[in-house]
C-alpha cells in the first residue's frame, strides 16, 4: 500500500451450498453499490496456504538477488513480473504485459493482465493486486502478500476449470507505490463500453499483517458484503478498511465508477484495544515494517491472516463468477418504444432534463457529463438527449424526473435478478440532495433497490452495472421506476439507463 505522503480456514460449505441454492441473499443498505449478480456456484476450492508461501519465497529470493527491494523501477520488479507472467501463461491464461506509456515513474515495468478463457465477455469481474514494492526492503507483505495470494487463485482456477458465468481477470500492478501510477494508466484508458462490463473489482494489499486485523474495502457494497460472508462463516468478526481508503489500487477503479472491494490485514496505524480484543495482538501498528527493509519473509507474514484472505477472494470469485449463467426474462435496450412512461405519478418537479429515449448527445462540463455513447446499439433513456449550448441547458433542473418501465411478469418460484448499466454526472455545486435511483414497483408498494447520492465535487459519466435481486417479487407483475433529481439549486446534474434486464438463475 502507498504511503500518504504520496497521493491522494477453508470455506464453511453450509455457505457454499446455500449460495447453490439461491438462498443466500445479500443485503445492501440505501445509498450502497448495486448488488452484483449470483449464479448456482461451482464448489469453492481451499486455496493452499503451503503454494502462497512457496510464492513469497520465490519473490524474496527475487528481492535478494536484486539489490534486496522489488521497486517498480528495478531489476527486482522485471523479475517478479517474469515469475507471474510465465506461470499464468503456462496455466493457459491470456497475458499481457501493459506498458504504462503516461503518468508512472520513468523506468516503471509494465503491468500483468491474465485473463481467463471462458465465461460472459460483458460480466467481467477483477481481481487484481500491487506487484511493486518500496525501495527500503524487498516488500513481503506490502505486497507479495497479495500478489502471492492472486497468483495462487489464478492456477487453481485454471486447475480445477469450472464452468464460468462470467468472465475473470487478474491484474498486477506496476507503481503503486509512486502513487497508483500502473492501476491509474489501466483504468483511464480502458473505453467507457469495457467498464460498464466489469461487475466488480476486488484488491488485495497487505493481506498478511503479522499484528493483522481483518479489514474490507467498502464493506457495505454488495462486492464487500460477499467478502464479508466468508469471513462471517468462520466466525471472524471484519471492520471497514479505514486506513486504506484511497490509498490502493481500488481506487483507480472507484474513480472511474466501477464497484469495488478488496482485503487488508492493516498497515501502520496502532491496532486500537477493542481491537486487540476482537482479534488479538497487541496495541502496535498491525505492521510493525511497513515500508522497512524487515518485510521480509518469513518473518514478517502471518499465516493464519493469509490463509484466510486467500479463502475469502476464492469464495468471492467462485459465488460470483464460476456455475450456469442466468436467462434473460425479459429486457430493453430503449432501440425501439416498448411503453416506458415518463412522470408516471404526476408528482415530477424538473423543468428541464426530463427522462426520454433517444440518442444522447455529449456534454461536457469539466470532463464528461452526459455521454454521447451507449452501452449497446444507438439509444438509451437519457435526461434530455440533446447537448444545447452548453453542458446546462438541457441537465436536470428543478426537481425530480422520473420513468417507469412497462409491467413485467415475473415467474413464480424463480431467483431473480434485475441488472442494468447507469451513470450519474454532475459538476462540483452538487450535494447529497441530488440522486439517481433505482426502485421497483410491486403488489405492496415501491421499494428502492439503490440510491446513487450526489456530492460536493465533479463527477463525470462513465457507464456503470449494477445487479439486484428482485426475488422477493417472484409471480407478480412489477415495474421498474427510474428517478433522478437535481435538489442542490442551480447544480449540474446529468444521468442515463441502457440495457435493462429481468433474469432468473
Not at 460480466?123 to 493486486?129: D, I, K, R, T
Not at 454488495?222 to 462463516?233: C, I, P, S
Not at 459538476?427 to 447520492?453: K, M
Amino acid at each position: 500500500m502507498r504511503s500518504t505522503t504520496l497521493r491522494p480456514d477453508s470455506i464453511l460449505r453450509v455457505l457454499v451450498t446455500a449460495f447453490m441454492a439461491g438462498t443466500a441473499v445479500l443485503a445492501v443498505p440505501a445509498g450502497a453499490s448495486a448488488a452484483l449478480p449470483q449464479v448456482s456456484v461451482a464448489a469453492v476450492p481451499d486455496i493452499s496456504l503451503t503454494n502462497q508461501r512457496a510464492h513469497l519465497q520465490q519473490f524474496q529470493n527475487i528481492a535478494s538477488a536484486n539489490g534486496g527491494n522489488r521497486r517498480s523501477t528495478s531489476a527486482g520488479y522485471t523479475a517478479s513480473v517474469n515469475y507471474v507472467y510465465d506461470r499464468l501463461v503456462a496455466a493457459g491464461y491470456t497475458v499481457a504485459r501493459q506498458n504504462c506509456t503516461s503518468g508512472c515513474t520513468s523506468g516503471a515495468g509494465p503491468n500483468v493482465i491474465a485473463d481467463w478463457p471462458g465465461g460472459d465477455p460483458n460480466s467481467v469481474y477483477m481481481f487484481g493486486a500491487h506487484l511493486d514494492g518500496v525501495s527500503a526492503g524487498p516488500g513481503i507483505n506490502d505486497n507479495a502478500s497479495g500478489s502471492a495470494t492472486l497468483l495462487e487463485i489464478a492456477l487453481t482456477l485454471a486447475a480445477s476449470n469450472p464452468t464460468m458465468g462470467s468472465h475473470v481477470r487478474f491484474a498486477f500492478w506496476t507503481d503503486e507505490e509512486q502513487g497508483l501510477n500502473g492501476s491509474e494508466f489501466y483504468a483511464n484508458t480502458l473505453p467507457s463500453a469495457e467498464r460498464a462490463k466489469i461487475r466488480a473489482y476486488f484488491n488485495f494489499d497487505m493481506i498478511a499483517s503479522t499484528n493483522g486485523g481483518y479489514f474490507i474495502n467498502r464493506i457495505s457494497s454488495a462486492a464487500g458484503q460477499t467478502l464479508k460472508a466468508y469471513y462471517d462463516g468462520i466466525g471472524v468478526p471484519t471492520e471497514e478498511n479505514t486506513e486504506g481508503a484511497g490509498r490502493s489500487d481500488d481506487a483507480s477503479f472507484n474513480t472511474i465508477g466501477v464497484q469495488t472491494s478488496g482485503v487488508a490485514a492493516g498497515a501502520s496505524r496502532v491496532k486500537t484495544a477493542a481491537q486487540v480484543t476482537k482479534w488479538g495482538g497487541t496495541q502496535t501498528g498491525f505492521d510493525p515494517c511497513y515500508h522497512r527493509a524487515c518485510d521480509t519473509y518469513p518473518s514478517n507474514i502471518s499465516s493464519t491472516v493469509l490463509d484466510r484472505a486467500g479463502d475469502a477472494a476464492a469464495y468471492a470469485l467462485w459465488t460470483l463468477a464460476t456455475g450456469t449463467p442466468a436467462t434473460a426474462v425479459w429486457s430493453d435496450t430503449f432501440e425501439t418504444a416498448t411503453g416506458w412512461t415518463t412522470n408516471p405519478g404526476g408528482t415530477d418537479t424538473a423543468t428541464a432534463g426530463m427522462w426520454e429515449r433517444g440518442d444522447p448527445q455529449d456534454t461536457s462540463s469539466s470532463g464528461a457529463k452526459q455521454l454521447g455513447t451507449t452501452v449497446s446499439g444507438v439509444n438509451a433513456l437519457v435526461t434530455g438527449r440533446l447537448a444545447g449550448t452548453d453542458a446546462g441547458t438541457y441537465d436536470v433542473d428543478g426537481g425530480t424526473t422520473s420513468v417507469r418501465s412497462p409491467a413485467v411478469t415475473l415467474p413464480s418460484g424463480a431467483v431473480l435478478d434485475l441488472s442494468l448499466s447507469w451513470y450519474l454526472a454532475h459538476g462540483s455545486n452538487s450535494s447529497s440532495a441530488d440522486f439517481l435511483r433505482v426502485s421497483i414497483v410491486h403488489a405492496t408498494g415501491t421499494t428502492a433497490l439503490f440510491t446513487q447520492s450526489g456530492a460536493a465535487s465533479n463527477r463525470n459519466g462513465g457507464w456503470a452495472a449494477g445487479t439486484w435481486n428482485v426475488s422477493a417479487y417472484a409471480g407478480q407483475s412489477v415495474r421498474i421506476l427510474v428517478e433522478v433529481a437535481d435538489a442542490s439549486g442551480a447544480s449540474l446534474v446529468e444521468a442515463g439507463v441502457d440495457d435493462v434486464t429481468v433474469s432468473r438463475r
